[in-house]
């Protein structure tokens, strides 16, 4: 547990979170006894590790199969040049750790697939997405459909972002809005399209406040809209949805029963 | 005809949802589309009359991450 009131030095540390009146400190304990997932060490997941290791959630959860790339360092910020080569859970577990040693940090070098999904993030409360490619995307909301776990969703190209939260069953899924992956090579992931590597941290950002509201259980999530975030113009716009009854996993007549994984996107330049 | 596309008033020449997508030369694959906050299926495209004044959402993929 990452936070015990008794502490001086917890008092100190979580001080400009208990001064606010929507966390105090049981709000503050209740990040201590948090447990989240985040899915993918990297552009999205440096900053929400960051923040919500600052923040002192009790257990953070890190998967990714990769190891670090000079290439990965222009956005995925919780890793260093010293770094490369060697595996991002391990290179975040570090940072996290430096940052705030009461974190418990739980790492799963591997992919997400269909096989380990439920088991994964059946040991969590909440899970942050923030894989690079549609099929994982997919499988994510997939997962936590059927694993019935508040899903923070987030995705970045080129100049634009995007963040969306899930309540499965209770708040349009990915699904509901997107059925299915586009066909492979018809649109860009950011594994071959480029990325403004300071959007990885607006955006990532967001979801780690979703995160905490969540946790919190205040303010008004962003359930049934997306936030979309255009950095070229510096504008965010807001969409509204909301659960579509021929959605094909929460809707009306689920043609998806279990999880499965869609077919890999064929990239020309591997660079994640 | 006057719609709202992504929050933008344009002047649109398509009658139906899969004519302006033709004419701004995007696949129906690449976007979901939204048309006064209902998402439409990809077979109701054709078949959905645009009027004035609706406000359609082209929501692209934003699969990034890492
Ligand atoms: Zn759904």
Redesign the pocket.
């Known amino acids: 547990m990452a936070f015990i009131p008794d502490s001086e030095e917890q008092v100190t540390r979580y001080s400009r979170h208990i001064l606010l009146p929507e966390v105090g400190g049981k709000g503050q304990k209740k990040i201590g006894q948090a447990r989240v997932l985040i899915v993918g060490a990297g552009g999205l997941g440096s900053p929400a590790a960051f923040y919500l290791a600052a923040a002192g959630v009790g257990t953070i959860g890190l998967i990714d199969g990769d190891v670090v790339d000079l290439s990965n360092l222009q956005r995925q910020v919780i890793h260093q040049t010293a770094d490369i080569g060697r595996p991002k859970v391990e290179s975040a577990r570090a940072r996290i750790l430096a940052l705030n040693p009461n974190v418990a940090v739980e790492t799963h070098y591997t992919r997400l697939t269909a096989e380990n999904a439920l088991d994964i993030i059946g040991r969590y409360d909440i899970v942050l997405d923030g894989v690079d490619n549609f099929p994982a995307k997919f499988l994510i909301?997939d997962a936590c459909?059927f694993a019935q776990k508040p899903l923070v969703h987030g995705g970045i190209l080129r100049f634009d972002g995007r963040v969306f939260t899930i309540l499965p069953g209770k708040s349009?899924?990915?699904?509901?809005?997107f059925k299915q992956p586009p066909p492979p090579g018809l649109v860009a992931s950011c594994q071959e399209a480029g990325v403004i590597g300071a959007l990885a941290g607006i955006i990532g950002t967001i979801q780690a406040t979703e995160v905490l509201k969540l946790i919190l259980d205040r303010g008004r999530l962003l359930t049934d809209r997306l936030l979309d975030y255009d950095a070229r113009l510096t504008r965010f716009r807001e969409i509204k949805v909301s659960?579509?009854p021929k959605?094909?996993?929460?809707?009306d007549q689920p043609e998806i029963t279990q999880l499965f994984e869609h077919e890999p996107e064929v990239c020309a330049v591997k660079t994640a | 005809m006057q719609v709202t596309i992504n929050g933008k008033p344009e002047e649109v020449g398509g009658e139906t949802i899969l004519e302006i997508l033709k004419a701004k030369d995007i696949s129906p694959q690449m976007v979901a589309v939204e048309l006064n906050s209902k998402i439409l299926e990809r077979d109701e495209l054709a078949g959905t009359v645009v009027k004035n004044g609706d406000a359609i959402e082209l929501l692209f993929f934003m699969g990034g991450g890492r």
């Open positions: 909301n459909f349009a899924c990915y699904r509901c809005v659960r579509n959605c094909p996993l929460c809707g």
